[in-house]
């Protein structure tokens, strides 16, 4: 059985930071590209980063490129997003999810978690 879990988010302030992590099972990790979107109220999912499975090369959507940064441990089964110089606009819940490749402009994904919230506020 496929599954993302996503752990890590919580309230912050502005300028603070903080780590996602995305818990993969049910499928191998070597084969997958993993990303991240975002959901915030009222507006359509965002792809905020992406990191393909051939090669490691990452990718980023320009609203957050400079401060987060996507990573994987395959031994661990196991995908991050350190987000630097959180915003409020950054506020939404955040899921990772699995696609056959990396694309932050469209929805590749044929998988994904539940999500995690994060708000950013003073």
């Known amino acids: 059985q496929v599954q993302l879990v996503e752990s890590g988010g919580g309230l912050v302030q502005p300028g603070n930071s903080l780590r996602l992590s995305c818990a993969v099972s049910?499928?191998?990790?070597?084969?997958?590209?993993i990303g991240w979107f975002r959901r915030a109220p009222g507006k359509e999912p965002e792809g905020v980063s992406c990191?393909?499975?051939?090669?490691?090369?990452?990718y980023y959507a320009d609203a957050v490129k400079g401060r987060f940064t996507i990573s994987r441990d395959n031994a661990k089964n196991t995908v991050y997003l350190q987000m630097n110089s959180l915003k409020p606009e950054d506020t939404a819940v955040y899921h990772c999810?699995?696609?056959?490749?990396?694309?932050?402009?469209?929805?590749?994904?044929?998988?994904w978690g539940q999500g995690t919230q994060v708000t950013v506020s003073s």
């Open positions: 049910g499928f191998n990790l070597d084969y997958y590209a």
């Open positions: 999810a699995a696609a056959g490749f990396c694309d932050v402009h469209s929805f590749p994904y044929e998988y």
């Open positions: 990191i393909s499975s051939e090669d490691g090369r990452t």
